[in-house]
C-alpha cells in the first residue's frame, strides 16, 4: 500500500484519479454451474451476497427463498421460507455471525440469526420511508458495513442520500450527506465498506466515484474515472476494495490509492459474463462471488 501519496492526497481532499490505461485481467476464471439448487427452487434477481468466517456464502435475492446459504463448493445448506423483506438488496454477515437484510422496498434493516429467526430491525411503523434526517427510518436503503469498533455504517440510499451510524447496540450515533454532487454529497450512496485503518468508502453511484470518509463522516477524498461502483468489498488479506462496476458489467479490483489493478469479465448472459453486476464478496481464498440483477444469479470466480 501507497502510504505516502494517498495520506497527503487525503489531507488535502483531492480527488484521487484512478488510471486511465487499460488495467490486466485479474486470473480469476469462473466456477461453472457452482450454485447447487434443487429442483424446484430458482434465484430470482440477485441484489446481494457475503461469506462467512467459514467461506460460507450467502446469497440475498428476489425468489421464492429470499436467503440461501451455500458451502464453498456450491452446496445448498439451507433456504430460509419466511423472510419479512418486500424486496432483497444488501447482505453482510455481522462479526458475531448474524446475518443483516436491507429491505430497499421495505425501507427496513433487519438483524437474522444464523438459523433465520428475526433479532432486531430498524423501521418505521408500517415500514414507512423516513426522510433524510431520521434517526431510525430509512428511505430505499442500500447496504451495511461494520466498523472494528462494531459499530454499523448503513448507505441510505435511492431516496435519502446519507450514510448513518449506529452503535452495536442499535444507538444512532450520526449521519452524513445530502442529495447533491459535492464533497459528501451522493446521487444514490449504494454500497459502503471499510478498511483496516477505519477509513470509509462509499459507492457513489450516479455520481460515478467512490468519496472516502473518516469514522466520524469527515470528507477524506475521492475516486473518480474508475467506472460506476454498484458494490464495493474490503479484502483484508490483500488490503484492496474489489469493485462491482454495474454499468460497465466488470469487476475492478483497486488498491488504497484508487489505482485500478486489475479488471474481470463483461456484459453477456453465458456463464462467466455479467449483466448489472450489483454487489460482491471475496473469501479467504480469494474467490470472487459476483451478485447479478438481470441474469438471476451468483457466480464464483477463483483464482
Not at 442499535?170 to 459535492?182: E, L
Not at 460515478?208 to 461502483?229: E, H, S
Amino acid at each position: 500500500m501507497h502510504l505516502l501519496p494517498l495520506s497527503l492526497l487525503l489531507a488535502t481532499g483531492l480527488s484521487l484519479e484512478a488510471q486511465t490505461k487499460p488495467a490486466p485481467a485479474l486470473p480469476h476464471k469462473v466456477v461453472r454451474d457452482w450454485a447447487q439448487l434443487p429442483k424446484g427452487l430458482n434465484f430470482g434477481e440477485v441484489s446481494g451476497v457475503d461469506v462467512d468466517k467459514n467461506d460460507n456464502v450467502w446469497v440475498f435475492n428476489r425468489g421464492q427463498r429470499a436467503v440461501i446459504q451455500f458451502d464453498k463448493n456450491g452446496k445448498m445448506l439451507q433456504a430460509w421460507a419466511d423472510v419479512p423483506v418486500k424486496s432483497s438488496h444488501g447482505i453482510r454477515v455481522g462479526p458475531d455471525g448474524n446475518i443483516w437484510l436491507i429491505d430497499v422496498a421495505g425501507h427496513a434493516m433487519i438483524e437474522m440469526s444464523p438459523d433465520g429467526r428475526v433479532r432486531r430491525v430498524w423501521a418505521q411503523a408500517g415500514n414507512a420511508a423516513g426522510n433524510n434526517d431520521s434517526k431510525y427510518g430509512f428511505n430505499r436503503p442500500t447496504a451495511l458495513t461494520f466498523h472494528s469498533s462494531g459499530d454499523i455504517y448503513v448507505s441510505d440510499g435511492y431516496v435519502n442520500s446519507r450514510v448513518v451510524r449506529y452503535r452495536k447496540d442499535g444507538t444512532y450515533v450520526q449521519h452524513w450527506g445530502k442529495k447533491g454532487t459535492g464533497d459528501g454529497e451522493f446521487d444514490i450512496a449504494h454500497d459502503v465498506t471499510i478498511d483496516r485503518n477505519g477509513r470509509v468508502y462509499v459507492a457513489d453511484r450516479t455520481n460515478n466515484r467512490v468519496q472516502i470518509f473518516a469514522a466520524d463522516g469527515k470528507f477524506l477524498g475521492k475516486w473518480t474515472g474508475i467506472g460506476q461502483p454498484w458494490g464495493l468489498y474490503y479484502a483484508a488479506k490483500e488490503n484492496v476494495i474489489y469493485m462491482a462496476d454495474g454499468e460497465n458489467n466488470r469487476i475492478s479490483k483497486l488498491n488504497l490509492d484508487g489505482q485500478v489493478l486489475g479488471t474481470l469479465s463483461e456484459f453477456g448472459k453465458e456463464q462467466g459474463k455479467l449483466d448489472f453486476a450489483h454487489h460482491l464478496a471475496v473469501d479467504s481464498a480469494g474467490a470472487i462471488y459476483v451478485a447479478e440483477i438481470k441474469n438471476w444469479r451468483v457466480q464464483k470466480f477463483a483464482r
